[in-house]
């Protein structure tokens, strides 16, 4: 079936990022959905997570210093498989570099079986090989997509978990509404592989 035919939830998590002693665990969770190549607007879910009094890594990035307060009285994660599960349960689910968000949801969530995944990363890589950033951030703005983020989210920044799934969402939507793009399966978004850009970077780093 058509990526366009499907309703598809986009997701990010932010976290603490791993320190000596402790495990890489989330503080926030965002989803957004799309459905038909576009971005519901009313459809959204956020929540801060729990996270006891311990360090967090001085690399990971977010608004989570001011939130401890919040964060130690929050939801854990796997409390809210009832809100969660609409949104995660037999639908295509989709994010910017999925990997985290794979590992934190099999973590929470071990019996239930989530995807298939598309990776905003690996298909921003294959559409567009030779931006010399695939940051999320990176390319949005390359493709002046941003504004769009920041007027359907506005007072929001990078690093906030809805905010970046809405990006993700807004990427996604961009790519699906190409003319190349509009037959497009999940299966084939699920399994892409951008090779001209790994070309690329390997003729970079060839001597």
């Known amino acids: ?68 307060r919040q964060l130690a009285r929050a939801p854990r994660l796997a409390t809210l498989w009832p809100h969660l599960r609409p949104w995660l349960s ?44 695939h940051k999320l951030g990176d390319v949005l703005l390359a493709l002046n997509l941003k504004k769009r983020a920041d007027a359907l989210l506005p007072g929001r920044d990078a690093h906030d978990a809805l905010y970046d799934a809405l990006c993700s969402a807004v990427l996604l939507e961009h790519l699906l509404a190409q003319p190349a793009w509009r037959d497009a399966t999940v299966t084939a978004l699920a399994t892409a592989r951008p090779a001209a850009f790994h070309k690329r970077i390997a003729q970079k780093r060839s001597p």
């Open 1 to 68: 079936m058509r990526a366009l035919d499907q309703t598809i939830t986009i997701l990010d998590f932010e976290s603490t990022g791993a320190v000596a002693g402790y495990r890489d665990e989330p503080w926030q969770i965002g989803l957004v959905r799309l459905a038909h190549g576009r971005i519901v607007a009313t459809e959204r879910f956020e929540s801060l997570l729990y996270v006891a009094d311990r360090p967090f890594s001085r690399h990971a990035p977010g608004r989570h210093a001011g939130l401890r």
């Open 90 to 133: 037999g639908v295509p689910l989709a994010g910017h570099n999925v990997a985290t968000e794979k590992r934190f949801l099999k973590s929470a969530f071990p019996l239930h079986k989530t995807g298939p995944w598309i990776d905003t990363l690996k298909l921003a890589r294959l559409a567009h090989p030779d931006l010399p950033s």
